[in-house]
């Protein structure tokens, strides 16, 4: 398995995990209101890969169970995700057999007779019996999916070296927050950047950058100006996407003074080589572009 591939099923994992947070969210509400059905609990648990939590399970696996890099808590997540599947699927078992079989009993009841009211009348004993591990199965399920959440903060903060993880962060802000609170999401951003939320934007934008979304970059950069006017890499990375955002739409006269701005900016600041090399060679393409139309005027 390659680093990019790794580091995208990371992503792919943390992602899947909010989707089973979100989906019990729904589920708790539900059981609230005595509304929960067996084809509601199918999406979130089920043993034929549609729910989840199965596809949860399988990631976990794929990437912890037989790697040699794995951390204790990457083999421990991966622990508590199977551990929580399987209660899971209790509660499931007990959810059908509520739904099904205590109608059904209530409904032959008036109608068997002596001979068969026993078997009845033991159905009956035996719901009551679902009924309480129904309960108790609920709150199992609940107590092991917030030691998840507790969990997967620790997985993020592994993953801090992960180049996918601040745009994750920025494109997926109301999900974390929906978890976490945003108290619980400014912890992380503390923990993960040195100046918290203010330079998710920057980190993000340099995200964008590495997989050439030029719009994205630009757009995450206008917001790191907006939080932290004074960061002047971000301005230079601004002026960067901006370039490369306008050539590629044609605004070649755009591209060309967003280049003149960075490269200006550029002369007095650390700039790794890799995007000076490429903003060169950018400009070169301009110039390039320039001459031909002033020979085909």
């Known amino acids: 398995m390659t680093k990019g591939n790794l580091e995208k099923l ?9 989707r089973v947070f979100q989906k019990f969210n729904h ?8 509304l929960l059905s067996f084809n509601v609990i199918e999406d979130f ?38 551990y929580t599947f399987h209660e899971a ?50 709150l199992q399920v609940r107590r092991l999916l917030k030691e998840l959440s507790y969990q997967l903060k620790d997985l993020i903060l592994l993953y801090r070296n992960n180049y996918l993880l ?28 040195q100046d918290g939320k203010d330079k998710l934007f920057y980190f993000a934008g ?11 970059a630009r757009l995450a950069f206008k917001r790191a100006l907006d939080t932290e006017g004074g960061n002047k890499e971000a301005l230079y990375f601004y002026y960067y996407a901006s370039a490369f955002s306008f050539f590629y739409k044609g605004k070649l006269m755009n591209s060309m ?12 600041l650390n700039i790794p080589d890799q995007f000076i090399q490429k903003l ?15 020979k085909n005027a």
């Open 166 to 193: 601040p745009r994750f962060l920025l494109e997926n802000r109301k999900l974390l927050i929906s978890t976490y609170g945003r108290r619980g999401f400014r912890e992380i951003l503390s923990n993960l950047f």
């Open 280 to 294: 060169d060679g950018l400009f070169s393409e301009l110039k390039k572009e320039k001459r031909i139309a002033r």
């Open 27 to 34: 589920i708790k509400k539900l059981y609230k209101e005595n």
């Open 206 to 216: 340099l995200s964008y950058l590495s997989s050439d979304f030029y719009d994205a």
């Open 10 to 18: 990371q992503l792919d994992l943390i992602e899947e995990s909010f």
């Open 45 to 82: 648990v089920d043993d034929r890969g549609k729910s989840c939590l199965f596809r949860l399970k399988e990631m976990c696996h794929n990437i912890y169970r037989n790697s040699d890099i794995a951390s204790y808590k990457e083999k421990l997540y991966d622990i508590t995700v199977g």
């Open 89 to 138: 699927m209790k509660l499931r078992e007990s959810i059908y057999e509520l739904e099904y079989y205590k109608p059904k009993a209530q409904m032959v009841k008036g109608e068997v007779g002596e001979k068969e009211i026993k078997i009845v009348r033991e159905i009956e004993y035996f719901v009551k019996k679902t009924e309480k591990r129904f309960k108790e199965g609920f």
């Open 257 to 268: 003074t967003y280049i003149q701005e960075a490269k200006e900016l550029g002369k007095s």
